[in-house]
């Protein structure tokens, strides 16, 4: 068992000491810093070396009783296994942001509809592999997941989802949405294309309305009486190139971040 610590504020590193010391077959991963899940279970999978490798939350939703389910599937052949609750026991806001993370892996990764998301998983040994050789600096699971293995390859168990018995889930809206940046800007290109397209159509309507004022003005001798629809406009193209520009800033920065080869995470101890 490897017990990763997130760098947590409160006494979960203790915890793991404690458990440590009394079994020498749990390993405790202690980081530096609050690096995120995708960090930690990623620095969880690399010091994995069983032929099954499951990965779940501390939270224990996803019972312990369960593990036997997921790993039938990789004795058959697959070689990862997703589990799916029968019902979700979290709140609205968590089943909302879940729901739209499964629609935007779909649209950039090109994931299958039926196939289901979580981070309730069990790896065979090839596919975790796969999955740990990854060195960037943005991991994203499910990313490294479809990048590694088949589809057809990669199959969902349905199993029981208990109710959390204490604190809650450390997921806010910023957290997700940095989240979602990982999956947007690191394993795909679809903002750098949404700006050219969107670049195009306004280049495009801008001059169908030029072309249109010309006309009018030669025609009819008339011309466009309007201060604030200039003020608009202008307003309008700023506002668009500036979107452009952080976007462009976005890709830039995190390519001087990965050349700078800072470390994805620090194990400042490890026990066992």
Not at 35 to 55: D, N, P, R
Request: with cysteine; hydrophobic share 45%.
């Amino acid at each position: 068992m490897i017990l990763v610590d997130d760098g947590s504020p409160d006494d979960s590193a203790k915890k793991i000491e404690s458990l440590c010391a009394n079994n020498p077959q749990v390993t405790g991963l202690l980081l530096a810093r609050n690096s995120g899940q995708h960090y930690a279970t990623l620095c969880g999978i690399k010091h994995s070396s069983g032929e099954f490798v499951l990965t779940v939350d501390d939270d224990l939703q996803n019972p312990p009783d369960q593990f036997e389910k997921l790993m039938k599937p990789i004795e058959g052949g697959y070689h990862i296994a997703i589990g799916v609750p029968d019902q979700k026991e979290h709140g609205w806001f968590r089943r909302l942001s879940s729901s739209m993370m499964q629609r935007l892996v779909s649209l950039i990764l090109g994931k299958p509809k039926d196939l289901k998301l979580s981070s309730f998983r069990c790896f065979s040994r090839k596919a975790a592999d796969l999955i740990s050789g990854y060195e960037g600096s943005f991991p994203y699971m499910p990313a490294l997941m479809f990048e590694s293995i088949p589809f057809r390859k990669i199959t969902n168990v349905s199993f029981r989802h208990d109710k959390r018995i204490a604190g809650k889930s450390s997921y806010s809206l910023r957290k997700l949405v940095k989240l979602a940046s990982f999956l947007l800007i690191n394993h795909s290109m679809i903002l750098l294309r949404m700006a050219v397209v969107v670049g195009v159509i306004l280049a495009v309507a801008s001059v169908v309305l030029s072309l249109y004022l010309l006309v009018m003005y030669f025609l009819y001798q008339s011309s466009v009486q309007g201060w604030t629809s200039i003020v608009i406009l202008i307003s309008f193209f700023s506002g668009m190139i500036l979107i452009t520009l952080g976007i462009l800033g976005e890709y830039i920065g995190r390519i001087v971040k990965l050349s700078d080869d800072v470390p994805r995470y620090q194990i400042y101890k490890k026990i066992n």
